[in-house]
């Protein structure tokens, strides 16, 4: 998912996502350990999401602290 988009949804939603994502995250890695994953990259992909979504949200708490 683009920063962008990321950025255009509200604040609500982005911990939904998150918890989403990480859920997937956690999912992926479960079955990855028990047999092989078809698409391994998409493991890279869920990470690079997540940090997308936890540097957002970040900068917001950021910006409302000043």
Known sequence: MKTAK???MRADEWAGELTSL???LFDMR???VTEKLENSHL???IK????RFKTVIRQSQLKGEK
Request: proline share 0%; no cysteine.
């Open 30 to 32: 479960t079955r990855a």
């Open 48 to 51: 690079k999401d997540i940090a």
């Open 22 to 24: 990480e859920k997937q």
């Open 6 to 8: 990321i950025r255009e």
């Open 43 to 45: 493991l890279k992909n």
